[in-house]
């Protein structure tokens, strides 16, 4: 078992940058995979970047990629999204998630951190 922490959210304007971070304990030694979600109003939860816990592997959705950059720090147990060029569209309350070496898909998962991006 794991707590997801979020932080780091706000309103910013389109071009701005943002960090979240997502801070990560318990069960720690087991994770696999931590992964960034977001939820726009009205739409579907989607998928927006994942990274290894050990190693370096990131992977990005198509409308972030290039944008956006998953980084992790194990020292501090925190993942961070750190997004660029933000857009309004990018407007979504945004979550962490993570996988354990043992599921099959995301299991654990952080309250959420509003990102709202003004025109």
């Known amino acids: 078992q794991v707590q997801l922490v979020e932080s780091g959210g706000g309103l910013v304007q389109a071009g701005d940058s943002l960090r979240l971070s997502c801070a990560v304990s318990g069960r720690t030694f087991s994770m696999y995979v931590m992964g960034w979600f977001r939820q726009a109003p009205g739409k579907e939860r989607e998928f927006v970047g994942s990274?290894?816990?050990?190693?370096?592997?990131?992977y990005y959705a198509e409308s972030v990629r290039g944008r956006f950059t998953i980084s992790r720090d194990n020292a501090k147990n925190t993942v961070y999204l750190h997004m660029n060029s933000l857009k309004p569209e990018d407007t979504a309350v945004y979550y962490c998630?993570?996988?354990?070496?043992?599921?099959?898909?995301?299991?654990?998962w952080g309250q959420g951190t509003q990102v709202t991006v003004s025109s």
């Open positions: 990274i290894r816990w050990s190693g370096s592997y990131t």
């Open positions: 998630a993570g996988r354990m070496t043992t599921q099959a898909q995301f299991g654990s």
